[in-house]
C-alpha cells in the first residue's frame, strides 16, 4: 500500500489538537490555513452573538458587536495583526463583563474560542517576518467555487481595502464599550 501511495508512510508531526490551537506555522500554506481558520471563528461569534443579542433584547448592541467580529474576521484573512489582536482582546473583554454582570462568562465554548483566536495572534506574528517575501514569490491560490470559498477567500480580498480604516473605527469603539462596561459602577 505504500508502494501505491494509499497509505502515509511518514508520522505526522503534530496531532489534530495541536495543529489548531498551536500551529506549526513552517510555509505560506500553514499561514493561510490558520487565516481561514480564524475568519471562519470570527464568522461563527458574529453571528451567534447577532442571535443571542436579539433574544435578550439588545438588538442594536448586538449588531454593532456583531459587525466588529465579521469585519475582524476579514481582517484576520487578509493578515492583519491588529484585526487578530482586536478580535482576541474583545471576545476576551466581553467575556469578562458577562462575567461581571452575570457569573457565567468563561464557559468551555468561550475558551475554546480564545485559544484559537490566540492562535491566529500567534500565526500572524510568525509569520510576519517572512509573509512579504514569499508572498511575493508564490502567493496562495484563493478559490472561488463553493459559497465558502467566496466567503472566504474572495470577500475578504474585495472588501478589507475597502473597510479597513472603518474597521479600526468600529474595533477602537468596541473595545471602549467593553472597558467602559467592565469599570463602570454597578447599578
Known amino acids: 500500500?505504500?508502494?501505491?501511495?494509499?497509505?502515509?508512510?511518514?508520522?505526522?508531526?503534530?496531532?489534530?489538537?495541536?495543529?489548531?490551537?498551536?500551529?506549526t506555522i513552517r510555509n505560506v500554506g500553514d499561514f493561510d490555513y490558520i487565516t481561514r481558520q480564524g475568519?471562519?471563528?470570527c464568522y461563527i461569534v458574529?453571528?451567534?452573538?447577532?442571535?443571542?443579542?436579539?433574544?435578550?433584547?439588545?438588538?442594536?448592541?448586538?449588531?454593532?458587536?456583531?459587525?466588529?467580529?465579521?469585519?475582524?474576521?476579514?481582517?484576520?484573512?487578509?493578515?492583519?495583526?491588529?484585526a487578530a489582536v482586536a478580535a482576541?482582546?474583545?471576545?476576551?473583554?466581553?467575556?469578562?463583563?458577562?462575567q461581571r454582570y452575570s457569573g457565567n462568562g468563561f464557559g468551555i465554548?468561550?475558551?475554546?474560542?480564545?485559544?484559537?483566536l490566540f492562535a491566529n495572534i500567534?500565526?500572524?506574528?510568525?509569520?510576519?517576518?517572512?509573509?512579504?517575501?514569499?508572498?511575493?514569490?508564490?502567493?496562495?491560490?484563493r478559490l472561488n467555487q463553493t459559497l465558502a470559498d467566496k466567503m472566504a477567500d474572495q470577500l475578504p480580498a474585495w472588501l478589507w481595502p475597502k473597510i479597513r480604516i472603518v474597521f479600526y473605527v468600529i474595533a477602537t469603539l468596541e473595545l471602549l464599550f467593553l472597558l467602559l462596561a467592565l469599570f463602570a459602577p454597578l447599578p
Request: aromatic share 18%; hydrophobic share 55%; charged share 15%.
Open 46 to 82: 458574529a453571528a451567534v452573538n447577532a442571535a443571542l443579542s436579539a433574544f435578550s433584547g439588545f438588538p442594536i448592541a448586538g449588531a454593532f458587536e456583531s459587525l466588529f467580529y465579521f469585519l475582524a474576521g476579514i481582517g484576520v484573512r487578509q493578515r492583519s495583526r491588529f
Open 122 to 141: 500567534r500565526g500572524n506574528w510568525l509569520s510576519a517576518r517572512w509573509a512579504s517575501e514569499e508572498q511575493l514569490e508564490f502567493p496562495p491560490m
Open 88 to 98: 482576541f482582546a474583545g471576545y476576551l473583554l466581553s467575556g469578562f463583563v458577562v
Open 109 to 116: 465554548v468561550r475558551i475554546i474560542f480564545l485559544a484559537l
Open 39 to 41: 475568519l471562519w471563528i
Open 1 to 23: 500500500m505504500q508502494t501505491l501511495g494509499l497509505s502515509d508512510s511518514t508520522p505526522r508531526t503534530e496531532s489534530r489538537w495541536r495543529a489548531l490551537f498551536w500551529p
